[in-house]
């Protein structure tokens, strides 16, 4: 894999909960970036661990590195995509990915979305969310948790504004728009297990997003019972579209609009109770059935 993220974290432990034995080998990645050296050495880790150790597969994560787990000999190949990989950011990354994806044994596409913009046989494992963790809790006391102004309406926007794709000035014009009188809250950096309290803390959440493989952080939004007012990006549509009140919206009129109507009915949504294989259980079960059928045809 390149970089850790919560999810796949989340995706090891619960193989491992199941028996399954991983050993997680990640992209160097120094301080000036990562370059050739650094693939080198990975590869070089890859080739060692698949000819060395006791493994029945390589499953890659990310596409990127699927040409990587290809270059060993010797154990089927299952290649997680991401979404970003196939998503038009880069074409070089595109080719790549698309390459390792015709060789790899098998294919997991992360949502519909994903699945749409491949070419090969390929399976849906959806990325699941630790709805322990993220659950509705009572508002006041997230507030309370987090020192917030117990009156204030609060709309979160859940990155770093600095990251253009995110686009915080799309998130600030909606906001001025606004019938209603709310503050626009950017959390980011916070420890993750900070970040069920943020979601039942506020009132909505808005993402202006030019562009998503996902976003993970509608999901988890979702398993709280958040409202969301979102872009057309990623897999929010098929996440969202049997929700109460959480809406879609391209320009800085529509989603105000549609953000004044979740703030002004004060309700919660009811997508933790509509929203099928959003657990992380459901997730890991698919995997598992998916290892299960790869070494059965590629002993």
Same mark, same amino acid.
């Given at each position: 894999?390149?970089?850790?993220?919560?999810?796949?974290?989340?995706?090891?432990?619960?193989? /491992? /909960?199941?028996?399954?034995?991983?050993?997680?080998?990640?992209?160097?990645?120094?301080?000036?970036?990562?370059?050739?050296?650094?693939?080198?050495?990975?590869?070089?880790?890859?080739?060692?661990?698949?000819?060395?150790?006791?493994?029945?597969?390589?499953?890659?994560?990310?596409?990127?590195?699927?040409?990587?787990?290809?270059?060993?000999?010797? *154990?089927?190949?299952?290649?997680?995509?991401?979404?970003?990989?196939?998503?038009?950011?880069?074409?070089?990354?595109? *080719?790549?990915?698309?390459?390792?994806? *015709?060789?790899?044994?098998?294919?997991?596409?992360?949502?519909?979305?994903?699945?749409?913009?491949? !070419?090969?046989?390929?399976?849906?494992?959806?990325?699941?969310?630790?709805?322990?963790?993220?659950?509705?809790?009572?508002?006041?006391?997230?507030?309370?948790?987090?020192?917030? !102004?117990?009156?204030?309406?609060?709309?979160?926007?859940?990155? !770093?504004?600095?990251?253009?794709?995110?686009?915080?000035?799309?998130?600030?014009?909606?906001?001025?728009?606004?019938?209603?009188?709310? /503050?626009?809250?950017?959390?980011?950096?916070?420890?993750?297990?900070?970040?069920?309290?943020?979601?039942?803390?506020?009132?909505?959440?808005?993402?202006?997003?030019?562009?998503?493989?996902?976003?993970?952080?509608?999901?988890?939004?979702?398993?709280?019972?958040?409202?969301?007012?979102?872009?057309?990006?990623?897999?929010?549509?098929?996440?969202?579209?049997?929700?109460?009140?959480?809406?879609?919206?391209?320009?800085?009129?529509?989603?105000?609009?549609?953000?004044?109507?979740?703030?002004?009915?004060?309700?919660?949504?009811?997508?933790?109770?509509?929203?099928?294989?959003?657990?992380?259980?459901?997730?890991?079960? *698919?995997?598992?059935?998916?290892?299960?059928?790869?070494?059965?045809?590629?002993?």
């Amino acid at each position: 894999m390149t970089t850790p993220r919560s999810f796949f974290d989340q995706q090891v432990r619960m193989l /491992e /909960e199941r028996g399954v034995e991983c050993t997680v080998v990640e992209v160097p990645r120094p301080e000036n970036g990562r370059g050739p050296a650094e693939f080198a050495r990975f590869y070089r880790r890859v080739l060692r661990e698949a000819l060395l150790g006791d493994y029945d597969l390589v499953h890659a994560n990310y596409g990127l590195v699927g040409p990587f787990a290809l270059a060993q000999p010797v *154990r089927p190949v299952i290649l997680s995509i991401w979404g970003s990989e196939v998503m038009g950011y880069s074409n070089r990354l595109d *080719r790549v990915t698309r390459f390792a994806a *015709r060789h790899s044994d098998a294919v997991i596409a992360p949502s519909a979305a994903v699945s749409r913009e491949l !070419d090969r046989p390929h399976t849906v494992v959806p990325f699941g969310v630790d709805t322990d963790l993220f659950r509705p809790m009572d508002r006041e006391e997230a507030r309370e948790h987090l020192g917030w !102004d117990p009156d204030t309406r609060i709309v979160l926007f859940p990155y !770093d504004p600095d990251r253009a794709v995110k686009n915080h000035p799309l998130a600030e014009r909606v906001i001025e728009r606004l019938s209603v009188e709310a /503050e626009l809250r950017t959390v980011s950096g916070l420890a993750y297990e900070e970040m069920p309290y943020v979601m039942n803390a506020s009132d909505a959440l808005l993402v202006t997003s030019e562009r998503e493989s996902g976003p993970m952080v509608v999901k988890e939004a979702a398993a709280c019972d958040l409202p969301v007012v979102s872009t057309d990006v990623g897999f929010v549509r098929d996440v969202l579209k049997d929700v109460s009140n959480c809406y879609i919206g391209e320009s800085a009129d529509s989603l105000a609009r549609h953000l004044d109507s979740a703030l002004e009915r004060g309700e919660r949504a009811d997508s933790r109770d509509v929203i099928d294989g959003l657990g992380l259980d459901e997730m890991a079960d *698919r995997l598992l059935t998916l290892y299960t059928t790869t070494l059965r045809l590629h002993p």
